[in-house]
């Protein structure tokens, strides 16, 4: 089960071609990123957060009311954390450090009661102005969507972590050399064969035009090597133990004025698995996000983005999806925000391992919506108050279900 989270704090965005999305190393304290405007070196934070989820399975309308033995669909998650953040310079050397004890309390499933450890750490080293990196690690601990699993019987909390090193150097001109290696480990705490557990290690290099007015394009080539550390088989057929990744990607970023800017990704990717030739998949991925600010107080974001996947099921070895979303919010004070969130995703899957049986692709298509509020009395504390709707229709049987949710938080730095 993914908890849905907003929040207006900014979070570390690791982009990973061989996972689904992005991997957000949002250095959680509980639903919300820890952040404060402050200028204080070491921060410690606490959050407390209440969501109400009227469909918490995700089960489909279709099936009685009995479904769970007269218990209720519903429930409601006490979420607790305490965190610190870090933030320190030393000459060219910059230390950060994000990191939290998070515990979810179910109140009418409480066999799903866990507490996770999230942090990022990054080191932004520079040996002089021109020559400088990255050195991160970073780990997020959640509970797998029941959206993708629906299994109602048992806990099942997966880790993400990445380990990345990366580089840059600047040739001047206006031209940058970069490169990077890394490791992202996906752990499961039980066997899920649509997302099995896996460490993938990458290598990346690339070249970057940058201009004075903050535009830029660049160009990058990434190989990754994986193995899964979970076995699995479907339909008594084994499934692949390896994966080879290649990817080639062109990023542009344009400030059209200083109230519009445009980002860019155009990407193809291709997988391979030695001796399942039946479970490739390559194509095209990338998206479109505009960000235009006409006002102070108004801001507007909108994303079209398209992904792949691996998912493997009897109907399914990949899936890919197309994303789009719509983003109005408004500072209506120095201390108040409102956010509405529109979203609508697409996703098609394909690679049948039992053809015989499904002899059509399964289609999905979730929208969604939200409504947010944030208010901060005092620069230390933060209030917060979310409302939010979906719903997912689809061409199989028992895969679609809606739900509705309400979710309350409140978080004191100091």
């Not at 709707?389 to 309400?406: L, P």
Request: charged share 20%; net charge positive.
């Amino acid at each position: 089960m993914t908890i849905e989270r907003r929040s207006f704090h900014p979070c570390i965005v690791l982009h990973h071609p061989l996972v689904k999305g992005s991997v957000l190393a949002c250095m959680l304290t509980g639903a919300g990123g820890v952040s404060a405007d402050t200028d204080k070196t070491l921060q410690l934070v606490a959050r407390y957060e209440q969501l109400h989820d009227s469909n918490l399975f995700r089960l489909s309308s279709t099936l009685p009311a009995s479904t769970l033995g007269g218990r209720p669909w519903s429930d409601t998650i006490r979420i607790g954390s305490a965190g610190l953040l870090l933030d320190k310079s030393y000459s060219l050397q910059r230390i950060e450090l994000n990191a939290s004890l998070v515990n979810y309390k179910y109140q009418n499933y409480d066999y799903l009661n866990f507490t996770a450890l999230n942090y990022a750490a990054a080191w932004h080293w520079s040996i002089t102005p021109r020559l400088r990196g990255t050195l991160q690690a970073t780990q997020r601990q959640n509970s797998n969507s029941f959206s993708d699993t629906q299994d109602v019987t048992q806990r099942n909390v997966r880790t993400d972590s990445v380990l990345r090193a990366q580089g840059e150097y600047d040739m001047g001109a206006a031209v940058k050399l970069f490169g990077s290696v890394d490791q992202f480990r996906l752990r499961n705490e039980e066997l899920l064969a649509q997302d099995r557990g896996f460490k993938v290690q990458s290598v990346a290099g690339g070249v970057r035009y940058v201009l004075p007015s903050g535009s830029q394009l660049s160009y990058r080539l990434r190989k990754g090597h994986g193995e899964y550390s979970e076995e699995a088989t479907v339909t008594t057929t084994p499934l692949p133990t390896t994966f080879n990744n290649t990817e080639h990607e062109l990023t542009a970023r344009w400030v059209a004025t200083g109230k519009t800017t445009l980002y860019a990704r155009v990407a193809h990717v291709s997988r391979q698995y030695p001796g399942f030739a039946g479970s490739d998949f390559s194509g095209p991925v990338g998206g479109l996000r505009l960000s235009w600010q006409p006002t102070a107080k108004l801001r507007l974001d909108a994303t079209a983005d398209r992904d792949w996947r691996s998912y493997q099921t009897q109907y399914s070895s990949y899936a890919s999806g197309n994303r789009f979303t719509l983003t109005p919010s408004w500072q209506a004070t120095a201390h108040t925000s409102l956010r509405m969130h529109l979203e609508q995703y697409d996703e098609d899957y394909g690679g049948a391992i039992d053809r015989a049986n499904f002899p059509f692709d399964r289609a999905d298509t979730t929208r969604s919506a939200s409504l947010g509020l944030d208010w901060r009395p005092r620069d230390s504390i933060t209030l917060g108050f979310w409302l939010k709707t979906e719903k997912r229709v689809s061409n199989y049987s028992g895969f679609d279900f809606k739900n509705n949710s309400a979710n309350f938080s409140a978080q004191i730095s100091y």
